[in-house]
């Protein structure tokens, strides 16, 4: 996938990681992007993008926004949620939210650019992804599960969309030095980095950008027995007396 003469569309573009992946992809030649979000009105107006208004957890805005852009050769699936819900008692709204922005509003996303894409020579799909994809913490089990679901639906649609010659990549990444991680005190990327190497990624054919080295340790990881990522957790750690 070369990007010097896409046309890409970046979901949640108003800000952060969003924002970052509209300046960089015009910068490396992008013929034309369209910044889909939300909220327009924050977008900066620019040549070479065009700002559309979506909701990812809105089928007819889908609708829309794909009837809008039928030239897209690349799609980045970037819009996201944060609710800090538990799942055992956490509010079932905002959970149900998570899904829906993360998993579902991927998926009906990749479901309407799929032919499109086709239809432009097969293209690209990027999903912004999360360590948390492979990692649960207490407190955000409803982001972690929906980031959780939208690794496996990356991987299948990779598969499906295979012989349109359409590319799929996630990016995976831990802590990103955005507002929705203003609250969180912890070592943060900084995000203009991050795109820097998830849109190298794209251009090499990567399937699975792992974009620090946090979550490059994590996935080496996940090949052991979950006591090690969750030492409290073990039933022989547990006390038998009060």
């Known amino acids: 996938m070369k990007l010097v003469g896409a046309t890409a569309l970046v979901t949640g573009s108003n800000r952060g990681m969003g924002a970052q992946f509209v300046e960089q992809l015009l910068e490396r030649g992008a013929a034309r992007v369209y910044a889909a979000t939300r909220n327009p009105d924050a977008v900066q107006r620019i040549p070479g993008v065009e700002v559309l208004t979506l909701d990812v957890t809105d089928q007819s805005a889908i609708a829309a926004a ?94 499906e969309l295979v012989d349109q010659r359409t590319q799929v990549t996630g990016l995976l990444v831990g802590s990103v030095d955005t507002d929705m991680m203003a609250g969180w005190d912890v070592p943060k990327a900084d995000p203009k980095l991050v795109v820097e190497k998830a849109l190298d990624g794209i251009e090499a054919g990567t399937l699975e950008v792992l974009a620090d080295d946090g979550t490059v340790q994590l996935k080496s990881a996940l090949s052991q027995d979950p006591s090690v990522l969750y030492p409290n957790t073990s039933p022989s750690k547990w006390s038998m007396t009060s």
């Open 66 to 159: 794909a009837a809008a852009a039928q030239d897209t050769s690349l799609l980045i699936n970037n819009a996201g949620s944060s609710t800090n819900q538990r799942l055992v008692d956490g509010d079932l709204d905002k959970i149900r939210l998570e899904m829906d922005t993360h998993y579902y509003g991927t998926l009906n996303m990749v479901r309407a650019f799929a032919p499109i894409l086709r239809a432009n020579g097969g293209g690209a799909i990027l999903n912004m992804l999360s360590a948390l994809s492979w990692l649960a913490f207490d407190g955000v089990g409803a982001y972690c599960s929906a980031k959780s679901a939208e690794w496996g639906l990356t991987n299948s649609v990779r598969l």
